[in-house]
């Protein structure tokens, strides 16, 4: 089994992406494989830069890789605007609002990344220009 330490409350969605009106802890749906939402923002600056983020070395996931802006799951009952406001907030440490994301699109995703650690969700993809300074998350000894 593969330990998690950040738990919280998701939405479960059907294969489609449609909301079932159940709530799981987060571990419990990737243990049984069910259907959730994420948030996954694409910042760029005014004169074309990107920001990516690597990976922390001790992610259960892709350990030290390069990935988008800033991600994460979405709360239960949290509206997509507001979950992605709040990861910026929590991962880049920038107050946005959320008329400054643009949507994209909603794109399904499915990793099965051992017996017990299925990974399906809709990522919800924003684009959002950004050229205030950022403090990016600091790594804890228990970060997941």
């Known amino acids: ?17 449609k909301p079932t ?3 799981r802890l987060k571990s ?4 049984e494989g069910l259907y959730h939402p994420t948030v996954h923002i694409w910042c760029y600056s ?3 830069n990107i920001l990516l983020q690597q990976r922390g070395k001790h992610k259960e996931t892709f350990p030290l ?5 800033v991600a994460g799951h979405v709360g239960a009952g949290e ?3 507001l979950g992605a406001q709040r990861e910026i907030k929590e991962e880049i440490g920038v107050d946005l609002q959320p008329e400054r994301l643009e949507k994209v699109g909603v794109f399904k995703s499915e990793k099965h990344h051992a017996p017990d650690f299925i990974d399906r969700e809709f990522h ?8 205030e300074t950022v ?3 600091k790594p804890t000894s228990n970060s997941c």
Do not use: N, Y
């Not at 890789?65 to 802006?69: E, L, N």
């Not at 919800?124 to 050229?131: E, G, I, K, M, N």
């Open 1 to 17: 089994m593969i330990k998690r330490f950040m738990d919280e409350l998701i939405d479960i969605l059907d294969k489609h992406g």
């Open 21 to 23: 009106g159940a709530s």
């Open 28 to 31: 419990i749906a990737h243990k």
């Open 46 to 48: 005014s004169t074309g």
């Open 65 to 69: 890789k390069w990935d988008v802006s």
């Open 79 to 81: 509206p997509m605007a």
């Open 124 to 131: 919800h993809v924003f684009l959002c220009c950004l050229d």
């Open 135 to 137: 403090a990016l998350q």
